[in-house]
């Protein structure tokens, strides 16, 4: 574990490095927030498969389904959705350092995976201020963003089938 940490915390300050250079810094933010070498993190308990459901897919459906809506949101709506962007915030740390599925420690180890991993707190941000000031187009184009990252992701790394099996149910939402 520990091994693949100073592992990963290099190969991260390497894609730092590249992306500084090639597209500024607005692609790594995950790299940024990355562990240094001998500051020890909790390691993440559970499969990227399961966050994926459980974390990042339900917190994301709160952004896109209030965007979606018609009507004007209540203030109790935009705060759900204010909460549900900072656990997608949070979310893109815990999918950057990877868990313990079978596959997770190397797409940890790539410096795509961090770059997709930062976007995804990036963007979740932008939907954070949309919330913060209440703004609905905002929110709409911060959830279309999303999409791009959960797709671009999704298109570099994602397997046919989970790994695990943990499939996104559409029926609990
Ligand atoms: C950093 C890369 C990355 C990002 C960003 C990402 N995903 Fe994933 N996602 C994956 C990978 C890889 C898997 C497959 C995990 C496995 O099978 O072990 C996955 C699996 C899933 C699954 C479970 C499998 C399924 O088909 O039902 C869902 C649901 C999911 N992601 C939703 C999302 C949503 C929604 C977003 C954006 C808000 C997103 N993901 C962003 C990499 C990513």
């Known amino acids: 574990m520990y091994v693949a940490t100073k592992r990963t915390t290099k190969i991260l300050a390497f894609s730092a490095v590249l992306a500084a250079s090639a597209y500024g810094l607005a692609g ?15 390691a993440v308990p559970i499969s990227t498969n399961a966050v994926m459901v459980a974390l990042v897919d339900q917190a994301a459906h709160e952004i896109w389904e209030g965007g979606n ?25 815990v999918v950057s350092l990877g868990g313990t599925g079978k596959a997770d420690r190397g797409w940890a180890l790539s410096p795509a995976w961090q770059e997709w991993s930062g976007k995804l707190s990036t963007v979740a941000l932008e939907a954070k201020k949309a919330a913060d000031t209440k703004n609905k187009v905002a929110l709409r184009a911060s959830g279309d963003a999303l999409v791009n990252v959960c ?19 559409p029926q609990l939402h």
């Open 28 to 42: 790594v933010t995950g790299a940024a927030s990355a562990p240094s070498a001998g500051s020890p993190h909790v």
């Open 69 to 93: 809506r018609t009507r004007n949101l209540t203030d109790r709506e935009w705060l759900l959705i204010e909460q549900h962007a900072v656990q997608l915030a949070a979310s893109g740390s």
């Open 151 to 169: 797709v671009g992701c999704h298109m570099v790394f994602k397997p046919d089938a989970p790994s695990e099996g943990i499939m996104h149910q």
